[in-house]
């Protein structure tokens, strides 16, 4: 018996067929019409239905080429299953480069919104209820916030197995556990029972090479370990994902130029010096040590720094835990066939 349709904003996707259906949003001001765009890959066979979601923030670039990317993918021509792609969750804010919604709401504390609330309480609404509630699981690709960078990793709750054993699957260098905030997507999804995976990774309005292959490949392991994809062509990764229990922000002990001395993804000792901030005349310094032994997951990129801002982020780590972990993820990511010049372009 042939599979039935997919069924979203009144269009109906055939079984082994792909459309892109855009749900009405709102206008701006200049009667523009802004919709939420979802592409709609309906499997011949029967099978888990996903969702990937990339610009909650308006300014997390990097997620919309890794969403671009996995499109194109070959794998996807045999889908069991359902998967959604949204890849701009917030229009507003990626036409305006910018972080947040026209009125500076954050849309991702506006969870689970309401249809009619304010603009991100209505888009939030739309979002949740069309597509993240429609699904089993999914994932949700972020990156720092601009002027700050971080480590591909994945974000997970505390005490959850089902995202654990996702995220293992995904292999980004670190698995963060961290606690659900009130107002957001992992929160209010969790709650209504539809797990997820938070993918953290690279800077704000730039992409990172190595950010994106993490990513892309990361959510075709998911799917092949969800039974969604052939094994075939998707590699499991080499090292496994060092898991962190707890981070902490290394803030800056006084105002000036940062120099730092060591990056995201370096293993660091109890009071190494990381980086030092000098005032223009370069008549004071001031080191910046670590507290504790860890991993860098995120750091500043601004050379010019406030006193009490966020320097380093760094998470704990187990005295055994592997140092290369990112360079053999490097290597193992430059030679997968998955990647090469044809897939990327």
């Known amino acids: 018996m042939p599979r039935s349709a997919f069924e979203l904003g009144g269009t109906c996707v055939a079984a082994g067929s792909r459309a892109s259906v855009a749900l009405p949003v709102s206008d701006m001001p200049d009667h523009t019409p802004v919709s939420l765009r979802v592409e709609v890959l309906h499997g011949k066979r029967p099978g888990p239905t996903m969702f990937v979601s990339a610009a909650v923030h308006g300014d997390e670039v990097i ?45 991702n504390r506006c969870f689970p919104g309401s249809a009619s609330g304010s603009l991100g309480s209505r888009l939030a609404h739309i979002f949740l209820n069309d597509v993240v509630l429609r699904c089993d699981f999914g994932i949700d690709l972020h990156s720092a916030a601009v002027h700050r960078t971080n480590l591909p990793q994945i974000r997970i709750t505390p005490g959850d197995p089902i995202t654990a054993k996702m995220a293992r699957s995904f292999g980004a260098p670190v698995i963060l556990t961290s606690s659900l905030r009130q107002g957001s997507l992992r929160g209010e999804a969790a709650e209504r029972g539809t797990p997820v995976l938070l993918y953290e990774a690279g800077e704000g309005l730039r992409f990172d090479e190595f950010s994106v292959r993490v990513g892309v490949a990361g959510i075709l392991r998911v799917m092949r370990d969800q039974d969604m994809l052939a094994a075939k062509g998707i590699a499991h990764p080499r090292t496994p994902s060092l898991t962190c229990n707890g981070s902490t922000w290394l803030r800056a002990p006084s105002g000036g130029l940062l120099r730092t001395f060591r990056a995201e993804g370096d293993v660091v000792d109890e009071n190494e010096v990381l980086a030092a901030i000098s005032d223009p005349s370069g008549s004071t310094e001031t080191e910046l040590v670590a507290p504790s032994p860890g991993i860098l997951i995120g750091r500043a990129v601004l050379p010019v720094v406030n006193e009490g801002d966020a320097v380093f982020h760094l998470a704990e780590i187990s005295p055994t835990a592997h140092e290369d972990t990112v360079g053999a993820m490097t290597a193992q990511l430059e030679t997968d066939p998955l990647f090469d010049e044809d897939e990327i372009i």
């Open 63 to 107: 997620g919309v080429e890794i969403v671009r990317r996995l499109l194109r993918t070959s794998q996807l021509d045999k889908l069991q299953g359902t998967l959604l792609v949204v890849p701009i969750v917030n229009a507003f804010g990626f036409l305006a480069r910018s972080r947040y919604l026209p009125d500076r709401r954050d849309l």
